[in-house]
């Protein structure tokens, strides 16, 4: 019993057809046949060689990639050139010393003192 389906019968019986049908063609006629494969290849090698050719646009793309990157890793990686201002060294040894400071244990007395003394008049008197 066979089990294959109608279409695939059909399909292989075609194909044996047309084999046996391309081996039995006469020299004339791959002759002809050989000759418009190669004008064919040749006619698409000479479209393509010319500005179009996508090798070429990888290429440029590939370059243009690799100069963008190159350049955003400069830029991003390269040390810093902003200098600091110059100040006092008695400055700079507060910024750095690691004890604490009163005037962070009593801040709000030095706010309050700073607003109270931007309420005083010329005089010395307040409001």
């Known amino acids: 019993m066979n089990t294959k389906d109608p279409e695939k019968l059909f399909l292989e019986k075609v194909q044996h057809l047309l084999d046996q049908g391309a081996k039995n063609l ?66 700079l040894e507060i910024i750095t010393s690691r004890e604490r400071l009163d005037i962070y244990q009593n801040l709000d007395f030095y706010r309050w003192l700073g607003s109270k003394e931007n309420r005083m008049r010329p005089n010395g008197k307040g409001l």
């Open 26 to 91: 006469g020299s004339r006629t791959e002759r002809r046949l050989e000759e418009a494969r190669l004008d064919a290849l040749s006619a698409v090698e000479g479209k393509r060689s010319g500005f179009f050719l996508p090798r070429r646009w990888v290429l440029a793309g590939s370059f243009a990639m690799a100069t963008l990157v190159a350049a955003a890793l400069f830029f991003l990686l390269s040390p810093s050139t902003e200098t600091l201002p110059a100040g006092d060294l008695d400055e």
